[in-house]
């Protein structure tokens, strides 16, 4: 009897399920880089870096720990099947076990192998997320819509965090979020992230990477993470010390030059296994009873990784149990994606060739760095597809492609989802549709920009301005009723017909000229 455990790129924990199924000296570690799997999508080069030299970093520290590793490096016509199938063969394995996957594709995919590999396959849970998504499931299934909220203060009763000893939360409240929307309007400083220097390892997988890549979209030339467990704390620490202070104060504020802000930038690493969602959430509760973060950055913080983090993980699989979430299109949404998600030149011909700034520039980041913090995906480049009714699976595969911690677990429900309502208000009460009254007064990227974030239609004026509006009374049967819009419909009710046509004929003018 020969056992051995397959570990997924993205299951890089010391602490895995399946790892604890094995016994070190004696079984085997399987790993595989699958070029056929990475060429499924256009993926950022930095994310494909991050994950091969996190994999083969991995395997030191598998092998430091005395296990023994059999790691299948990128090669043309290699795939996971064969892989397994040739390991399983040469080494006489007789039992392999697997963390359940994340993501739904690997997850049908480790369901039917043992089959295709003809010896039997045990399904571990997978323990790198905090609540197991059956008993999610479960409570869930059939609900039309879900609320976070309620979610989360479980989530603090049963795992005590932030808690009094009463059973009270800290501070008396549950939820500082309200706190939590400064912009930055005076100049202050903002700390730099910690420079990594590239090891060997990450040398050789760079050359790799571009060698099979070349064509994908981004760059490896910014990269900058840690692609170790050790680096991996090194980075978070330096957030806990340096940016998780006002973490909260300026959580939704954007800036042109800056990229991560007073932001952690750890969803890339905690989403492979470097970093342990409980281990960074106790750190930064124990900051606050030190009195070295205050209540609005620490409860914000730990709302993202308790909260947000593990309702999403739950809302997709509800979903996925049920159908396919990439493929739900409640406002039947159906424009292509404009090709300015790729170029990062949103210059609209039709508008005197006027650029969006706003666009332009998140574009850009994402394309050097793989990554913006949340407020812009969800407020620039979220909302602009929303409102301009670009498909959800379209812009779900860019979000996809382009994000250095993007699977399909997180991504799907925040854009199909959260972002584009395309889940009719599975996950998100309301749509997130904001005109330039709100990009403007959170950020600086309008005062850069030669549309007017004043006017509301016509040639000069913000085409987050009429297309608000628009997506408003394109979208008026599905969602007039809703309660939460109420607002915006009192207000659209009180446009004159003029108005309104303006409004449609701006609107329609941009979309000729996209
Ligand atoms: C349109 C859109 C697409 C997104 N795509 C992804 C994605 O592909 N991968 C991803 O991990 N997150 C995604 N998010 C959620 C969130 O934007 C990112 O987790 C966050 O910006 C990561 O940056 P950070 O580590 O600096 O986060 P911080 O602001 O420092 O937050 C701390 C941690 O909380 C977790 N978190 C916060 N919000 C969410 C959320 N809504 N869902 C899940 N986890 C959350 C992350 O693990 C994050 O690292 C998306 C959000 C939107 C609106
Ligand atoms: S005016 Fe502001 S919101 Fe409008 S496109 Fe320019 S930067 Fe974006």
Redesign the pocket.
Known sequence: MKKAVWILGDQLSMKSSSLAAIAAGTDLVLMIESLERAREHNYHKAKLMLLYSAMRHFKLELEDAGYTVHYDELGEGKNFLQGLKAFVKTNGVTELAIMQPAEAAADAFVHGLSQGIGIPVAITPNNMFLTPREAFIAKHRGKKHLVMEHFYRDMRRNLHVLMTPQGEPEGGVWNLDKENRNPIKTKISIPALPQFKKDSIDLEVETVVNQYFKNNFGTTANFNLPTTRLGAEIFFDHFITHRLPLFGDYEDAMLQSELVLFHSFVSPLVNIGLLDVMTLVRRVEAEYHQGRAPLNAAEGFIRQLIGWREFMYGCYWTKMSAGNYHDENFLEATRALPPFYWTGDATILSSGSRK????SQCVLKVREHGYTHHIERLMVLGNFALIAGVRPSEINDWFWECYLDAYDWVVTPNVVGMSQFADGGFVATKPYAAS?NY??KMSD??S??R???NAKTGETA???NYLYWDFYMRNESKLRKNPRIGMAYVLLDKKSPEEKSDIAASAQKFFDGL
Do not use: G, L, Q, V
């Open positions: 969006m700034n706003c666009i330039a990009i403007s990227y309008c850069h920009c549309f007017d974030k913000c085409p987050f």
